[in-house]
């Protein structure tokens, strides 16, 4: 009966740690069993899982063991009787593996067992610094533990977050006194009093004045800041003097209105002004010929420009001065042409007027333009050539008679009659006669 009992279905509950790459191990058991169950009850960080593996085996024909008797279990393994003594196998701790076969050790059972930088975790010496701290911070591992710490300009709880220091934080709450303002100048907090107020920006600031006595001569007490006098002045108006703390004020030149109040311009356009000054300038009235025209010269207004002239029987310029006529204005400015030059002369009826005429060997219109002649005498001309009104010209030109032959020769005209001609070669060359002539014997 008793071995009966042993050749019937004999179940064993195994507790085995399996790494990930052990499972293809479970999956070849899985295989080789008719009969296999695993259930995980535990994960791990890296992977690995701790899982219950039920081996379900109705070939088992060890009848000669019961239980743990025989030592059913793996190298390493340890064997434990269940209820109704059943053998359930299990790695020690610090052990791994599949308990069936072999439990390989850990690499650490303890911390001691681990470098200084580093803690044991789950049979393996691991980096105490991950996931230790918080986001930002500075992690050094000491001892097996993981120290968190802030960078340097950083604050707050390093096993949470660090955040970046806040100079202004320094200001709040602020270390100075009442009526003064906190700030951070070079990283220091710096106190100082308020706008208007006075004292030590440590223990607390004052008003900066009570009454008029408190503030400089030019300066008067209002809202208990000393502000200064010429403040009471109204709009667009000047602040002539200061007395007793008090601004004497007026309106500019050409200005109107009360100096405490407002001064507005005596006009904003032509249209505000009257007809002796109708033209406005800045806010004030004037005549545009005041000041405009030279001395002696006349001035009349064209709408708003003013005109200047000097008077019919003077010249001269109307911006600066007028004087009397003389001959030599006749020809100042010059009113002749290029090349041409101007003396003071008469016209047919006695008047004076300028006359114009081409500078010595220059020709043209000396009212407009004379220009340079080609010459001035024959040697400058060749010798077959002429000077003739600055112009280099064959001499011959009209200086022998019809039917005269011409040779210039040293710039003049050499006549010749024709050969069978004869008279004089500047008049007239006519046909030679001739007449029988009786012989005698």
């Keep these: 009966m008793h071995q009966q009992q042993l050749v019937g279905v004999v179940t064993l509950i195994v507790l085995a740690v399996c790494v990930l790459p052990q499972l293809a191990i479970g999956k070849k058991i899985e295989k080789r069993c008719l009969n296999c169950s695993y259930r995980t009850y535990y994960t791990y960080g890296d992977g690995?899982?701790?899982?219950?593996?039920?081996?379900?085996?109705?070939?088992?024909?060890?009848?000669?063991?019961?239980?743990?008797?025989?030592n059913p279990c793996g190298v390493n393994a340890v064997c434990q009787e269940a209820s109704g003594g059943r053998p359930v196998c299990s790695c020690p701790p610090g052990y791994s593996g599949n308990p069936l076969t072999h439990c390989n050790r850990g690499e650490c059972l303890d911390n001691v067992d681990c470098r200084g930088d580093l803690q044991c975790k789950d049979n393996r010496c691991v980096n105490p610094c991950v996931g230790a701290c918080g986001i930002g911070s500075n992690c050094d591992a000491r001892n097996h533990v993981a120290v968190c710490s802030c960078p340097a300009g950083y604050n707050g709880d390093p096993y949470h977050a660090c955040h970046l220091n806040d100079p202004e934080e320094q200001c709040h709450p602020s270390p100075c006194g009442i009526n003064t303002k906190?700030?951070?100048?070079?990283?220091?907090?710096?106190?100082?009093?308020?706008?208007?107020?006075?004292?030590?920006?440590?223990?607390?600031c004052r008003h900066e004045c009570d009454h008029d006595g408190d503030c400089s001569s030019r300066d008067m007490c209002s809202n208990f800041k000393c502000v200064p006098s010429c403040g009471q002045c109204g709009t667009g108006a000047t602040c002539k003097t200061v007395a007793n703390h008090r601004a004497v004020c007026e309106c500019p030149k050409g200005y109107i209105g009360s100096p405490y109040t407002e001064c507005r311009p005596e006009c904003y356009g032509d249209s505000d002004c009257p007809a002796g000054r109708p033209a406005c300038f800045y806010g004030i009235c004037k005549n545009t010929c005041e000041g405009a025209c030279g001395i002696g010269a006349d001035c009349n207004l064209r709408g708003l420009t003013p005109v200047c002239s000097c008077p019919r029987d003077m010249t001269g310029d109307p911006f600066v001065r007028c004087r009397p006529f003389t001959k030599e204005d006749l020809c100042d400015p010059n009113p002749c042409g290029t090349n041409a030059i101007c003396v003071p002369?008469?016209?047919?009826?006695?008047?004076?007027?300028?006359?114009?005429?081409?500078?010595?060997?220059?020709?043209?219109?000396?009212?407009?333009?004379?220009?340079?002649?080609?010459?001035?005498?024959?040697?400058?001309?060749?010798?077959?050539?002429a000077c003739i009104n600055y112009q280099c010209i064959d001499p011959c030109i009209g200086k022998c008679a019809t039917g005269a032959s011409c040779e210039p020769k040293a710039h003049l005209a050499v006549c010749r009659c024709p050969p069978g001609q004869s008279g004089d070669?500047?008049?007239?060359?006519?046909?030679t006669r001739t007449f029988p002539v009786a012989k005698y014997h």
């Design 425 to 431: 070669a500047l008049v007239s060359c006519r046909q």
């Design 182 to 204: 906190c700030e951070i100048i070079n990283g220091v907090p710096t106190c100082s009093c308020l706008h208007g107020y006075l004292g030590n920006p440590l223990s607390g």
């Design 48 to 70: 690995r899982s701790l899982q219950r593996v039920v081996y379900r085996d109705p070939f088992y024909t060890r009848a000669q063991t019961y239980g743990c008797s025989g």
């Design 345 to 385: 002369g008469h016209d047919n009826t006695g008047r004076e007027r300028p006359v114009c005429n081409c500078l010595p060997g220059h020709t043209g219109n000396p009212l407009s333009h004379c220009t340079r002649g080609e010459c001035l005498s024959n040697s400058e001309c060749p010798d077959h050539r």
